[in-house]
């Protein structure tokens, strides 16, 4: 449904082509910026992106899906800032890969990845040889009851036993599946279903919120105007509580946004298929820890037009999370920085990046101590690298 109106605006957007394996600075970045630009070519409209260590050299490499040409892109870091493709990237990941997760799902101490496959009711499980190169796991890609489909996936061991599990939204019934993985890549289908708000539509995310050492998940809830947090018991089971927020909440991250050590949610909120521009915002929600969690100071904040996902991650070493969201329409970045004091917009934000920015992720990839930026450029088909100067 997104894609439909990007096609349409793309228009009356600047195009600008170049076909290179590895792109360097295509637009120029306003002096102000303190980032260094590079662009790494990818599969056919990457809507996600995600970053970790793939081949266990203690340097972040990243991951795109690329929803078009079903495949993953994967580019390995060196350490400097520097990335190369991976040998046999990209890698088939199934019908219209919308979401990545990252787990050692066969227990080789190996990094594999989990795609959820929109347009299907499927999961598709790549298992990593430790070197940056993936396979599809036994019975991969795996059927899922998730109606109509899954677009978000996170994972976590749910259960308790070691295991890592898998979530996706299964928002025609405002619900969240849960499959539990046997820790040989393959898993307990078709799994167990948990009520959220109504229409938990985009993006899931999971993280321990209220320090009892089991993985909780939160889902954003576009038609119910809330988030929900699933708080679980670590043997499988998940108690239900509901955070209302402005409406149509649609991305979420996670992460410590005031300096306080407890857990904070991060959603932005898009204009849905009207496009009104009011409904686009970004909303925080601090936690205290205790499975509580109340607006921040000023919140709701503006963003761009059309807001769809966000990252965060400590961009100024600080050791405070900020956010990065991308406006598709826009062709920007909002950037929020977070503190002890409340949160404030970044001096250069909100910044010029490619035509229709989809998914982001923030860590350090050159290991001095700053979050970086990489950005999914759909209709560029390419992920943007931004360096803290």
């Known amino acids: 449904m997104r894609k439909l109106l990007l096609a349409i605006v793309i228009l009356e ?18 002096p102000d910026v303190p980032f260094r630009a590079e662009h790494l070519a990818v599969g056919t409209h990457p809507d996600m992106v995600n970053t970790t260590d793939v081949n266990k050299d203690g340097h972040i490499d990243i991951l795109a899906a690329n929803s078009d040409s079903n495949n993953v892109s994967v580019y390995l870091g060196d350490g400097k800032g520097g990335f190369s493709p991976a040998p046999g990237s990209p890698f088939a990941a199934g019908q219209s890969p919308s979401d990545i997760a990252v787990a050692n799902f066969n227990g080789d101490d190996s990094p594999d990845i989990a795609v959820s496959n929109h347009g299907v009711k499927t999961v598709t499980v790549l298992l990593g040889n430790g070197k940056g190169q993936f396979a599809l796991a036994p019975g991969s890609p795996f059927n899922v009851e998730s109606s109509p489909h899954p677009h978000g996936i996170a994972s976590a061991d749910f259960n308790g036993d070691k295991k890592p599990d898998i979530a996706v939204d299964s928002w025609g019934e405002n619900k969240v599946l849960v499959i539990f993985g046997k820790g040989d890549g393959t898993f307990q289908t078709p799994g167990m279903k948990f009520e959220t708000g109504r229409m938990p539509y985009h993006r899931l995310r999971t993280a321990d919120l209220n320090a009892d050492g089991n993985a909780d998940i939160v889902t954003s809830n576009f038609e119910a105007g809330s988030v929900s947090v699933l708080f679980s018991d670590g043997r499988g089971n998940f108690t239900r509580k509901d955070f209302p927020t402005p409406p149509n909440p649609f991305g979420i991250a996670i992460a410590d946004l005031n300096g306080d050590h407890q857990l904070d949610i991060a ?29 921040a100071k000023g919140s709701p904040f503006s963003t761009g037009n059309y807001p769809g996902t966000l990252g965060a991650g400590d961009l100024n070493g600080d050791g405070i999370a900020d956010i990065v969201v991308p406006n598709t329409l826009d062709g920007t970045l909002t950037i929020y920085l977070g503190g002890r004091n409340g949160i404030t917009p970044a001096a250069y934000s909100p910044m010029r990046v490619g035509r229709t920015p989809q998914g982001v992720a ?28």
Do not use: W
């Open 13 to 30: 957007l600047t195009s600008i082509g170049c076909n290179m394996q590895t792109r360097g600075s295509k637009y120029a970045a306003a």
């Open 267 to 295: 959603v932005v909120h898009y204009s849905g298929h009207g496009n009104d521009p009011s409904k686009n915002a970004l909303s925080m929600l601090f936690g205290d820890g205790k499975e509580n969690f109340s607006p």
């Open 362 to 389: 923030v860590a350090d990839l050159n290991h001095d101590g700053r979050g970086d930026i990489v950005v999914a450029e759909e209709e560029d088909n390419d992920v943007l690298v931004l360096l803290a100067k």
